[in-house]
């Protein structure tokens, strides 16, 4: 007769330096994440996410997206990324557009006020992660915290279908 092994009955707890680790990551990102909220409703009057969905907008040809390529880059649920969108119209900075080929989809549309507000507020954003990340760390350690947010990434968004993913919810 088989028995369990170890693993299928207890958690493998973390060790007291992966325990320090993790509540160091833990901390620091929800500082950040605070951090540059502050600044841009200090600055642009709008949280990191939209600020996030402006950029992602500016980039994209003709400074529009289908909103569901933007809940995906964002990271987002549909449902968070149309309430994000509705205020975004609200200031003038996004417009819906319905989709020619598709009739239940829609496309966000970046505005010139949406662009002139993105260029307004870029210069505050990117001197906080500037001082708040880049400018602590040396070449290597840049590089090094690339390379592992790539991996932790890529493990956390599999391509499978059926994925329990936010922009799929």
């Known amino acids: 007769m088989k028995t369990a092994s170890p693993s299928a009955e207890e958690p493998r707890w973390l060790t007291a330096e992966e325990q320090l680790i993790w509540r160091s990551y833990v901390h620091a990102t929800t500082l950040l994440e605070d951090h540059m909220d502050r600044q841009l ?12 969905l402006l950029v992602k907008l500016a980039e994209s040809p003709q400074r529009r997206l289908r909103m569901t390529e933007l809940a995906k880059h964002a990271k987002i649920t549909r449902s968070r990324l149309s309430h ?3 205020r975004l119209e609200k200031n003038g900075w996004v417009r819906r557009e319905d989709c020619p080929s598709d009739k239940r989809g829609q496309f966000a549309v970046l505005t010139d006020e949406g662009l ?3 260029r307004r507020a870029a ?3 990117v001197s906080v992660v500037r001082n708040a990340v880049f400018d602590r760390l040396s ?6 915290l690339g390379e592992i947010m790539q991996i932790v990434a890529e493990g956390l968004q599999p391509d499978e279908a059926g994925a329990d993913l936010p922009w799929l919810r």
């Not at 200090?42 to 939209?50: E, I, K, T």
């Not at 070449?139 to 090094?144: A, I, V």
């Open 41 to 52: 409703q200090r600055d642009a009057g709008m949280p990191h996410v939209y600020y996030g």
């Open 84 to 86: 994000a969108i509705a």
């Open 116 to 118: 002139e507000m993105l």
């Open 123 to 125: 210069p505050g954003h």
């Open 139 to 144: 070449p290597e350690q840049q590089k090094s």
